[in-house]
């Protein structure tokens, strides 16, 4: 299996501590070590990487962990090959316009025998059941709204999509169109918030404590959500099976804190 991590955030927020502690599952401290990618937006604009040499190891992931990873919406992922070789066009997370804007995701699990019908506007480039997923997904969505909708009408869109997706198997998710994101867990998700009063975190995969107090404005917040916890002294929650949380400004959305 894969693990993932996504932030949304209320301000552009540098991502460079839970990135790094992420990284050292992707070989070091987990077997992830089948490719890993990150995407973050900035502004409309969106810059992704992905590699498919493992995180620990990847020279690409270690010139990003000194980078200023500011964004408010990004996504990573570490893979553990299930569905599909290993090769750069497999690596997570994938990338697709629509009503145009970007729009990132990653997944987590397998999905047996799952060969949606596609169309041509959204095909997938590797053969990973997760970019069939995605892809087909996006199709729904498309055909769902005439142009962008609302996150609330989105969100309703996708408690109909996602069940049908998830039927065929495991489906750990994250979606963002660089306004939200989306979480969807089937088995494992976790997810905090980051505010004021910020306090002291300190990471499980690797060495490094850090005071966010010393760091962030009284205006800051951003909310964490990974596959398994990063820290070992922060209030994580975990997810319901088969629930689907939206995230907007580094906060979820009441209206989606529902069991499908």
Not at 90 to 95: I, R
Not at 208 to 236: C, H, K, S, Y
Not at 237 to 247: D, H, I, Q, R
């Amino acid at each position: 299996m894969c693990q993932l991590l996504g932030l949304n955030c209320a301000t552009p927020t540098d991502a460079s501590f839970s990135f790094t502690g992420f990284c050292q599952r992707g070989g070091a401290t987990d077997h992830h070590a089948d490719g890993w990618g990150i995407a973050f937006f900035e502004g409309k604009g969106l810059r992704l990487f992905v590699d498919q040499q493992s995180a620990a190891e990847s020279p690409v992931a270690a010139f990003l962990r000194g980078y200023p990873l500011k964004s408010r919406n990004i996504i990573a992922h570490v893979r553990k090959a299930t569905v599909g070789r290993v090769s750069l066009e497999n690596a997570h997370p994938f990338t697709r316009e629509l009503w145009g804007r970007h729009w990132v995701f990653a997944h987590n699990g397998d999905l047996k025998d799952y060969h949606p019908h596609l169309h041509a506007q959204f095909r997938p480039v590797g053969d990973t059941d997760s970019e069939r997923a995605f892809c087909w997904l996006m199709q729904e969505l498309a055909k769902s709204h005439a142009d962008l909708p609302s996150v609330a009408e989105l969100t309703l869109t996708l408690r109909e999509l996602v069940p049908q997706v998830r039927r065929f198997g495991t489906f750990n998710c994250l979606l963002s169109n660089g306004e939200a994101l989306w979480a969807h867990c089937s088995t494992h998700l976790h997810w905090l918030v980051r505010q004021h009063p910020f306090t002291q975190a300190t990471l499980k995969d690797q060495d490094w404590t850090v005071d966010f107090a010393q760091l962030n404005q009284p205006g800051d917040r951003a909310a964490v959500i990974v596959t398994q916890p990063l820290t070992d002294n922060e209030p994580w929650t975990a997810f319901t099976p088969n629930e689907l949380k939206v995230f907007v400004d580094g906060l979820p959305i009441d209206v989606t804190e529902v069991v499908l």
